[in-house]
């Protein structure tokens, strides 16, 4: 690492450079030592989790001999820790806190990046919820529960029509689809296809996702463990009855 010239400097003015012994934060491959040193604590001996294979930031443990069940899952150097027992969860905490500088427990988790996370154990559901990224996309636009008009064709290009690229606002909107917000998966896909060189009915499309947002800002995913008395989860699809195929959405 070069160090400021103005603070230190090499007799013939040259700047001084350094090897450090351990990254800082916020360089460019912090994140990666942090896994790296993440993965040596939680795979050792007195843990003896897994590192996930499709997934490089999630660890397990099951022991079929001591019915213990834990996940610990990295976002860079935001931790989550849950476990079938408050025993495994506070071991594996003391177990890092002895490898580490300095670890702060913040209890149990009501937020995670940007993720809003509420616990209902009377009805054994969690919620997780985006509203504050929501109400920072378009506080002030006209609220809408349709994600897109059924009649704007959106995937048709033009390319005598020249606007700014959308790459930065699908982004936003794409990270909110990957999370609490299914329902924009199909939305992005076809507002996607002209994100290079949009139309002016794409701009539009964009600025509807928004109001829809807007309209639907507490709306959430929720998981639930089912009871052995609840009937079982069925799948169904929809179809609107005036379907127009003059304005195909596929």
């Not at 070069?2 to 007799?11: C, I, N, R």
């Not at 616990?119 to 969690?126: A, E, G, P, S």
């Not at 006209?142 to 064709?153: Q, S």
Request: neutral net charge.
């Amino acid at each position: 690492m070069k160090l400021p010239v103005d603070t230190y400097s090499e007799a013939d003015g040259k700047p001084v450079i350094v090897r450090l012994k351990k990254s800082l934060y916020g360089l460019k491959r912090a994140g990666e030592l942090f896994n790296k040193l993440m993965n040596r604590i939680l795979t050792s001996k007195e843990i003896g989790m897994k590192c996930c294979i499709n997934d490089m930031c999630a660890f397990t443990l099951f022991d079929d001999e001591t019915n213990e069940r834990a996940i610990v899952v990295l976002w860079v150097d935001d931790i989550i820790i849950t476990g079938n027992s408050i025993s495994i969860v506070e071991r594996i905490i003391s177990h890092i806190e002895s490898n580490v500088t300095r670890m702060s427990n913040l209890g149990e988790v009501t937020r995670y990046i940007g993720i809003d996370m509420v616990r209902d154990r009377v009805n054994r559901t969690l919620e997780l919820t985006q509203v504050p990224y929501i109400n920072k996309l378009g506080p002030n636009l006209k609220a809408t529960n349709v994600p897109l008009n059924p009649y704007h064709d959106y995937r048709a290009k033009n390319e005598s029509e020249i606007n700014p690229p959308l790459h930065g606002e699908l982004g936003s909107l794409r990270y909110l689809s990957d999370r609490t917000k299914p329902t924009l998966q199909l939305p992005l896909s076809l507002l996607q296809t002209g994100a290079l060189n949009p139309r002016q009915v794409q701009i539009d499309g964009v600025k509807h996702v928004v109001r829809y947002l807007t309209g639907t800002v507490s709306d959430g995913l929720t998981f639930a463990r089912g009871l052995e008395t609840d009937p079982l989860v069925e799948l169904f699809g929809m179809c609107d009855a005036s379907y127009n195929p003059a304005h195909p959405i596929p």
